[in-house]
């Protein structure tokens, strides 16, 4: 019922939890049908959640299938991202949380294939793309990745019963 809501910022909240629930399977196909596409410019509202739906499809098609393929739908979104936030600051945060993504992609692909004879090339080709994205975003001070605020966006507005919050009460001298 919320994937069809008529608010995008819910749909697309929903969409990102139950794609998220999902992608613990074996199988990864649900979860990358709901998550969906991220070629499409999402609603007002939506940016956030379609943004992170887009940061689990790389995951997902990187450990269930390609690493390449991820990695290069995640340099396709951040092209994107210059579309889906208006704000420098949102848009700055969201190409850092790709590129932590990347690295983590890159990390769990070197990994893999060191374990495997005569791939040290491809291992060092990962280690340097992995240098050059902390050197390029994740460098100094823990850098701000896009936050997801609010996780669920609300359902129901706040009522204005016109009563104001009642003031805490005073404690005494022994604290209580």
Known sequence: MLLQS??????ASARLWQALLRSNEDDAS????????????????????????????????????????????????EEMVETWFS????????????????VEILQAWAESL????????????CQAGILTLQEGWLTGEMPRLLRLAPAIPLLVAKADLGVEDPKPAEKDEAGQ
């Open 30 to 77: 649900r979860a990358l049908s709901i998550v969906g596409p991220v070629t499409a410019r999402p609603r007002v509202g939506a940016q956030p959640y379609r943004f992170y739906g887009a940061i689990l499809r790389a995951q997902l098609l990187a450990e269930h299938q390609s690493p390449t393929l991820a990695l290069a739908m995640l340099m396709r979104v």
């Open 114 to 125: 060191a374990k495997e004879e005569s791939r040290e090339e491809e291992v060092a080709w």
């Open 6 to 11: 008529d608010s995008a910022a819910i749909a």
């Open 87 to 102: 704000g420098q600051r949102d848009r700055g945060q969201a190409l850092r949380t790709s590129a932590f993504a990347r």
